[in-house]
């Protein structure tokens, strides 16, 4: 296989949770550049999405736009119909809509927390289930890819609800990757770490975090963008990432790689050819 077919998604649909803006908006896109058509699922109204349908069918593929709100867990098998019943089929599964915002544990409503937990878990978990079993009715070696994040790994003050609806996040791919295995079906997660879109500004920053996060990050001492993220995802979606399932790719910039962050408290590195170089003695 040449390296071309190794990443094509040419004859592949393909439908994308919270594809209007972000995360979901750039997936949505790239998936449409490796040649799937695309559907996707927002809260957002169609003429919010608008610009993201234009975008996919500028490049020959067909798009689709079904409105939902993701927290009405007794709506997603018939949203699933819907979709099957206008497409036909679907091969790709991109759970990427979710909700986060910041607050003291112990300022969490219950109203709050169950808002987060249908958006981000319950929703991932019903949606796959309706979508899996009309991959399976179909015969279709399908690919499930849920957006959790670094978060699901590694908690983080003020954001207990987030924190917990991603953990589950990582439990349920790992879950229907073992009962969706024997059907052809792989189930990966997505973890972004701190990634530049339009969530950020749920998440208020007192002044001078940014820069102090970014310190921490070995890579480009940056924020992430969508573009780094995508990648992940059209490798999982397509034929390279066939034997892959049941796993998480981070894309963090390297931050988590670190326990404690003790660089700054070391002497600075000597250069190639310094004194400090046991190659440069001798």
Known sequence: MNAHKRFSLDTKTALVTGGSRGIGRGIAIALAQHGADVAIVDIATEQE???????????????????????????????????????DRVDILVNNAGIGSQEHFNAISVEQWRRVMAINTDAVFFLSQAVSERMIAAG???????????????AEA?????NASKGAIEMITKSLAIE???????????????????????FP???????????HIPLGHRFGTVED????????????????????????????????????????????????????EG
Not at 180 to 202: F, K, Q, R, W, Y
Not at 205 to 215: H, M, P, T
Request: glycine fraction near 12%.
């Open 158 to 162: 003020g954001l207990a609800d987030y």
């Open 140 to 154: 279709t070696s399908g690919r499930i890819i849920n957006t959790s994040s670094v978060n699901g790994l590694v």
């Open 229 to 280: 993220c995508v990648g992940a995802v059209i490798f999982l979606a397509s034929p390279a990432g066939s034997y892959v399932t049941g796993q998480n790719i981070v894309v963090d910039g390297g931050i988590l790689c670190e326990q404690v962050p003790r660089l700054p408290f070391m002497k600075p590195p000597g250069m190639p050819g310094g004194p400090a170089d046991p190659a440069a």
């Open 49 to 87: 999405t608008q610009s993201t349908l234009d975008e996919i069918r500028a490049l020959g593929r067909q798009a689709w736009f079904f409105h939902q709100d993701l927290q009405e867990t007794d709506q997603l098998a018939a949203l699933a119909g819907r979709v099957f019943d206008q497409l």
């Open 180 to 202: 969706l295995g024997a059907h052809g079906i792989t189930v990966n997660s997505l973890c972004p770490g701190m990634i530049a879109t339009e969530i950020a500004e749920d």
């Open 205 to 215: 920053l007192a002044e001078g975090f940014e820069d102090y996060f970014c310190q």
